[in-house]
């Protein structure tokens, strides 16, 4: 922050480029320390500018040597250009278009910030989105520019046997002193952000796909030598969604060819570069023995994400980086619906909405709050969130709620057949939908609001029966509070589905006053003020309303449920996720009374009811094993610190241990017969059931353990030494690193020793350290910085061991403040190599606010320090600034 201010870019500044490229000839010349990129641009004036005067044309470019600049085959002198720090500006050309050809020279080798073109294992690969290309070459760096690609790649053979970039393969050849090169041609036009080239040593696996117009495409997965044998899994998670696109939406690829490449050094989870996808390799590497269940489904996600983005992301963009929540919003509300119908959807839907309330509820409530399209922002890396993301998808699905299945595709097929091949907005999406479904009466302008207004609405309500009357009046209230720049909010249009269960534990008919069409049993109601009631007649006796079925809406629920209404809906909910829902507010409930007793300086007693409630789901645990460990789980800690007006570190810790401890010692021979039932799950298999039996045999040992029972203890061990799954090895080492067992270092060093040459598997080793719940856990992570297998080089690393530690509920926020010394050395040392993981991890300290007095003070001193830091990134300054505002 020395250097003044960096400069916010704000959406209501958007103009179109006053020069549209339509082709773009790369080649790169890649040589050690010194890589030669030249790029021929096909450019012609705008027409959407026209008459607007001769424009030069302004292209950006950072962090690389300009070596020559010539227009229409004419070389420009250093006089006839301007060279700014971040740009060049190239007067406007005379006629309406023009070729411009420019020559740099790069090193990716010294990129550390893993953006535009870098090296990872000796490999080098790219990263442009957001705004990577712009370190390649200069360019109209922003998504609106659309443009046709050639792609020359030259570089030694014995180095870089695979030379790949996007679309087709058009021609190779040898070249002097043991070089070669590949020609790739991609005919669709995209933007650079999408541009992608790798070259390396590496090895794949191939398949194929028919397409249902009968397309043979080839698909590949380039990965390291030696781990050939992860890839398969992600295969076919690839197969099954190229099928399923074509089900579901009716979209079909593109090309005949379809290349993934996974690399250890990534920033993200991967990236949707047109035909030539680059993963994290924890996105692409499974074996049952290095990966767990929760890597699996991680992997089919993101396979699935990012091929889904070929046609919501690449083939229709978005205009300008306000709209990120276009592709990315719609395309996560893809990959989650493909999830679900690969797996169990009320299971999908609860791990859903965990993360949702987990990260995205806690970004509304901080400093760092924005709308799902934001209005400004000084560095776009800064705004792939929770909200742009997740939230964003909770958007799509209100439109899937309101329109119906039928409704929702009409609106996509609309969206695709005005858009094709163009970049385009929220608002252009939203007219797609509205417009596709007419007869539908829904105030567009009003749902529009979830895009622009930030936070997440609390709906708070009550109902009265009228056993004279035979009525039942739901009220609904809802409220938004004001976030970083909104003050004043208007009321939002919140869908709820619901439903009202009778006393013998079945829906009843709703049927609104008024109304004589026939009864259904459930119904969406459109909550469109600050305040409504609802009156539903013929009800025959007292309902327990079920509100915000399967979270129909992103908002925090306030409703006067007694503990016997929750006990009631956790066994007669008919909807799977509102069972689950209710027994996660009770638990929240119990929970945050026991803390309050604790900080009262009273006793804190369990109740006996909610054991028994929790029980009760133990006793189901054989109708859905998947549904029953999420049952059995009770809310995290930083969910249950979102709830409170200040975070009780220690006494949320110590409540939610002592309720564990209970549940444990009170089920422990229902648990011990649960977790004997479900130990067997025959030859491996991630199917739903393999996988629910799982989670449900780790939930009753987590139990066991919690308890400090000795037989639980002896399982565990067992379990640990035994198992040969990484699920059930992983577990055992979690629960073993969190106690005082005696064994816990030989089992850390044995599982350190075992894997030492899986970096994907020690980097569970570390994050399973780091968020131990130990007193020594701070002073841990810092020896282990020293260990030979982290490197602060490494994203994924980082994120295991120092992510890990900062999503530490109590050790992070340790009341000496050591937890934040730590983490704020590390974001200054991570500032000057890659920005973006600085960035991630700053925002950790977001939440200061909501500490005690004592935390306040020791987090406001690391994030000053933090700030005074020289030479301060524009990802860690816009984090840093806005909590400190
Ligand atoms: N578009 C990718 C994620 C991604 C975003 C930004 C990146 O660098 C700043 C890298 C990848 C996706 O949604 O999968
Ligand atoms: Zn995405």
Redesign the pocket.
Known sequence: MDKGSPRAIHLRDYAPPAWLIDTVDLAFDLREGATLVTSRLGIRRNPARAGEGPQPLVLDGQDMELLTVAVDNRLLTSDDYAQGPESLTIPAPAGETATVEIVTRIKPEENTAL?GLYKSSGNYCT?C????FRKITYFQDRPDVMAKYTVRIEAERAKYPVLLSNGNLVDQGESADGRHWTRWDDPWPKPCYLFALVAGKLVHIEDHFTTRSGRDVTLRIYVEPGNEDKCGHAMESLKKSMKWDEDAYGLEYDLDIFNIVAVGD???????NKSLNVFNTKYILARPDTATDMDFLGIEA?VA??YF?NWT?NRVTCRDWFQLSL??GL??FRDQQFSADMNSAPVKRIQDVQRLRQVQFAEDAGPTAHPVRPESYIE??NF?TPTV?EKGAEVLRMYHTLLGAAGYRKGIDLYFARHDGQAVTTDDFLAAMRDANPDVSVDWEQFRRWYAQAGTPVVEGEGRYDADAKTYTLTLRQTLAPTPGQPEKLPMLVPVAMGLVGQDGQDLPLRLAGEDAPAATERVLLLTEAEQSFTFTGVASKPVPSLFRGFSAPVKLRFAYTDGDLTFLMANDSDAFNRWEAGQTLAAKIILGLVADRAAGRDMVVPQGFVAALGKALDRAGEDTSFAALALSLPTESYLGQLMEVIDVDGIHAARDLVKAAIGRTHRNALLKAYRDNADTGPFSVSPEAIGKRSCKNACLAYLMAAGDEEGRRLCLEQFRTAAGMTDVITALMLIADSDMPEREDCLAAFADKWKGEALVMDKWFSIQAMASHPDTVKRVTALLSHPSFSIRNPNKVYALVGGFSSNPVCFHAADGSGYAFLADRVIELNALNP?VASRMVKAFARWRKYDGERQAAAKVELERIAHTPNLSRDVYEIVARSLE
């Open positions: 953006e990263q989105e957001a705004e990577g990534f920033n993200m989870g991967a990236m949707e993101v994400h990012e983005h992301g592709k990315e395309t996560v776009i890396n792939y993301y973006q």
